[in-house]
């Protein structure tokens, strides 16, 4: 067969065709996988839902109270009165119920109820001492701490951590024990007590292993203003007068919540 020039060009040109069009198609192929859409980052939590939890903590109290000691005879009264202050420590355990509403982007609202078992407590010396030359004492103790408040915050690092204020209504109770104080108290010396206050604080709390899983770390002022009084009666005539006055506790604790409800 005879190769003519004319021939020689056309299989130049079939071969041309065939390897541009294979470089075409490579080239599709690399701007296909240079446009491939990115995987979707996992979407951030969310911290609208209701949870439940337990913390663990230590609070500090201190405590304010007076008294009296008054006399009767031959129609003549005479009175003597005191007061002072001491303070006191001891742990806390308790859980807590609450629910968020996030909203405005990063921003979170929220109610939530809390109670505890605590052993806050201290003695100081009876404030007749002085008078009565003696080294009496009487003592205390928080055997609970309960709220109910509401939270606001705002969240960081992709809705991971949310930063918040609390406050609202508080109450505590105490057991006060006379057993060594200068004045008797009856056959039982023991008196206890229910008090009503408000509480605020802050913190932090941030998601673990588990969008339904949070871990937090919290502090706590309350304020109890209002006490109680007792009389008692220590023989003919003679009468004995105790207050409770005021009583701040500060708490700091760490804990876990688990999400029941929401995304």
């Known amino acids: 067969m ?3 020039r004319a021939n020689t060009a056309s299989l130049l040109a079939s071969v041309s065709s065939a390897a541009l069009a294979c470089c075409g ?36 109290g201190r405590q304010h109270f007076s008294e009296g000691h008054s006399t009767t005879s031959g129609g003549t009264t005479t009175s003597i009165a005191g007061s002072n202050s001491f303070d006191s420590s001891g742990g806390l355990f308790g859980g807590q119920l609450g629910c968020n509403y996030q909203f405005q982007g990063n921003w979170v609202v929220g109610l939530q109820g809390f109670i505890a078992g605590s052993d806050i407590n201290g003695k100081g010396n009876d404030p007749l001492n002085v008078i009565l030359h ?3 004492t009487i003592g205390v103790k928080t055997d609970w701490l309960a709220s109910v408040t509401g939270r ?13 204020a609390k406050g609202g209504v508080a109450w505590d109770h105490n ?24 509480t605020v604080g802050a913190g932090v709390e941030t998601v673990l292993w588990s969008p339904r899983w949070t871990g ?8 109890f203003q209002n006490g109680n009084t007792w009389q008692f009666s220590s023989g003919p005539g003679l009468t004995e ?10 708490t700091v604790t760490i804990g876990i ?3 029941l409800t929401g995304p």
């Open 2 to 4: 005879t190769i003519t």
């Open 25 to 60: 198609q490579q080239a599709n192929a690399a701007d296909l996988a240079l446009k491939a859409p990115p995987v979707a980052a996992a979407p951030s939590p969310s911290w609208t839902g209701c949870y439940v939890g337990a913390q663990v903590g230590w609070g500090w």
């Open 134 to 136: 003696d080294e009496g």
């Open 152 to 164: 606001l915050g705002v969240t960081t690092g992709n809705n991971m951590t949310l930063w918040y």
């Open 175 to 198: 057991r006060w024990d006379f057993s060594d104080a200068d004045f008797p108290s009856g056959p039982n010396p023991l008196v206890s007590e229910t008090r009503t206050g408000w």
């Open 216 to 223: 937090f770390v919290e502090a706590n002022y309350y304020n």
């Open 241 to 250: 007068t105790f207050t409770s006055g005021k009583q701040n506790i500060e």
């Open 257 to 259: 919540n688990y999400k």
